[in-house]
């Protein structure tokens, strides 16, 4: 199976818990049957991409990287590499490269989908970044570490976050809602 075939795949089993949410899963999967590159940056302007947001074991807690070049916090994630047999792998690298964490407890089921432009991305101009976002939980000694790509990782209380996007609050609200179900 590609890695393109796994997204389709994936996508089009998951189940959105908002229309918001379903609305995105639509884009993305039209996007991925009209695109055969559609999970590579040789897809231009769009493509998908794939995140992590990691939580502390107790739930308590977010880990988040200051971005070098954007400046601001999110979750970890980027580009699918041509190693990545599935998207899940492609998101369980970038938390481990992005994070310094290895050994991390990742859902395998998508928990939440983002489409952001990004104007450093790509030397042709703006692109859409169709965000297709895992979340994971940290083992309680886990360390982690600033990789290149950030200026700061940090641990911070899901009660006295930084300045984020709307949406990386529903990430988080729902990354707690799926580990908390899962304990259940």
């Known amino acids: 199976m590609t890695l393109h075939a796994d997204a389709l795949g994936?996508?089009?089993?998951?189940?959105?818990?908002?229309?918001?949410?379903?609305?995105?899963?639509?884009?993305?999967?039209?996007?991925?049957?009209?695109?055969?590159?559609?999970?590579?940056r040789a897809c231009f302007p769009d493509h998908l991409t794939a995140g992590t947001l990691v939580l502390s074991a107790d739930?308590?807690?977010?880990?988040?990287?200051?971005?070098?070049?954007a400046r601001r916090w999110f979750a970890f994630g980027g580009h699918c590499e041509p190693g990545d047999l599935t998207l899940l792998a492609a998101a369980t690298r970038e938390a481990a490269e992005e994070s310094g964490i290895a050994g991390l407890d990742l859902d395998p089921?998508?928990?939440?989908?983002?489409?952001?432009?990004?104007?450093?991305?790509?030397?042709?101009?703006?692109?859409?970044?169709?965000?297709?976002r895992y979340t994971a939980r940290a083992a309680p000694d886990a360390v982690h570490e600033v990789s290149e790509e950030s200026l700061d990782?940090?641990?911070?209380?899901?009660?006295?976050?930084?300045?984020?996007?709307?949406?990386?609050?529903?990430?988080?609200?729902?990354?707690?809602?799926?580990?908390?179900?899962?304990?259940?």
């Open 109 to 132: 089921v998508p928990v939440h989908l983002d489409e952001h432009t990004v104007e450093f991305c790509d030397p042709r101009g703006t692109v859409a970044h169709l965000d297709v």
């Open 153 to 184: 990782v940090r641990w911070w209380p899901v009660d006295a976050l930084p300045e984020l996007e709307d949406e990386m609050h529903t990430l988080i609200d729902l990354s707690r809602a799926r580990w908390a179900q899962r304990a259940a």
């Open 59 to 69: 739930l308590d807690h977010v880990l988040l990287n200051l971005h070098r070049k």
């Open 10 to 40: 994936s996508l089009t089993r998951w189940t959105p818990p908002a229309p918001d949410q379903l609305a995105l899963r639509d884009r993305f999967v039209a996007h991925l049957r009209a695109h055969p590159e559609g999970m590579t």
